[in-house]
């Protein structure tokens, strides 16, 4: 049997081990890495661009300390930033969605068990061991979502942030001084 094949067998029982839920988590941690990986390569290959347009916008300008000339600096470090931090607060919503998602998942996986209580009564451990596991491994897997994410996401913070102080500070010292 391929590698594929296995792989895919095991991955459909672990999704069966954790109920729906695991797989609607799973669908939300694949969009948010898609979406953490966008921002990567934006700050890799689409704000170099967009900075380099930016300086030579600010360097073609024959004012650089007036008052309009602040306003514009501003207006080019601003639009700067929101390229920079656009889809951030979508990415940390999907963060925290994903512990919330792992929270419904014990509590459908408990009503499992406690269907099972009442049919099969308390002294049946066996049959209640799949609903444990459709409490356990949602939660699992949300918080391993949210902790992935929730590093990510304060990287690319702090990276946007970092980005936006150097663009500001490279377009103050070509500043004329009075």
């Known amino acids: 049997m391929s590698f594929f094949a296995e792989f895919s067998l095991a991955l459909q029982d672990f999704i069966e081990t954790g109920g729906q839920v695991l797989l609607v988590i799973g669908v939300l941690i694949f969009v948010m890495w898609l979406m953490i990986l966008e921002r990567i390569f934006y700050y890799l290959k689409g704000h170099q661009q967009l900075k380099r347009q930016t300086l030579e916008t600010w360097q073609a300008r024959s004012d650089k300390s007036s008052w309009n000339a602040e306003q514009v600096r501003g207006l080019l470090i601003s639009r700067a930033h929101l390229a920079l931090a656009g889809q951030l607060p979508v990415l940390q919503a999907l963060v925290a969605l994903c512990p919330l998602l792992g929270l419904m998942?014990?509590?459908?996986?408990?009503?499992e068990v406690f269907d099972v209580m009442a049919i099969a009564g308390t002294g049946n451990a066996r049959s209640m061991a799949s609903g444990v596991s459709k409490a356990t491994i949602p939660t699992m897997a949300g918080m391993v979502g949210a902790l992935s994410g929730v590093f990510a996401?304060?990287?690319l913070q702090r990276t946007a942030r970092r980005e936006r102080m150097k663009l500001e500070d490279r377009m103050l010292l070509e500043q004329p001084t009075q």
């Open 153 to 155: 996401s304060t990287w």
């Open 105 to 111: 998942g014990t509590v459908t996986g408990m009503i």
